[in-house]
């Protein structure tokens, strides 16, 4: 399970992943939970969200672990209404992501504690195809990048 953890004090949040689940498992939106058993000594969290494993979020009046279809407003003005699926607000195996806001502080800060992972740059198709031309930009002569060219001019329809 992927947590967001809230810091208040300076507006950052923190993703950890999890494998010890069990913490969390029957909560609902609102309660707090004790964030030991996940390496925070100390600290306590109020849960305020999450999602499935398909992307559909949870919604705090909404009873039970179970996805609905409701009726939602959009514009009360105009009388717009959606039907929108949502996740009831207790936490099940389901739950792929939660968000947590810190409600009491432990002795060491949040920014030690927590690994945060660090994601990898990757390159775009164009980033990627500029960067092998310019490898290539070295390793043939100037009269095979001519050739190399005439072939592709033959090669364009006109």
Not at 97 to 114: A, E, F, M, R, W
Not at 119 to 127: G, I, L, T, V
């Amino acid at each position: 399970m992927i947590l967001a953890i809230g810091d208040p004090k300076n507006g950052k949040a923190y993703p950890s992943k999890t494998e010890s689940t069990e913490v969390f498992m029957g909560k609902r939106i609102g309660e707090e939970v004790d964030l030991t058993a996940i390496g925070l000594e100390g600290y306590t969290a109020k849960i305020t969200g999450g999602s499935d494993k398909q992307g559909f979020p949870m919604k705090a009046d909404l009873r039970g672990t179970s996805r609905k279809r409701i009726i939602i407003t959009k514009d009360k003005k105009k009388g717009k209404k959606l039907k929108v699926t949502r996740r009831g607000n207790i936490v099940a195996e389901d739950i792929a992501q939660l968000n947590l806001v810190i409600t009491k502080y432990g002795k060491n800060p949040l920014d030690t504690t927590i690994d945060t992972p660090v994601k990898e740059e990757k390159k775009s198709a164009k980033e990627e195809m500029v960067s092998q031309s310019l490898d290539a930009v070295n390793k043939i002569s100037a009269e095979e990048a001519k050739a190399m060219q005439e072939t592709m001019k033959k090669g364009k329809k006109h």
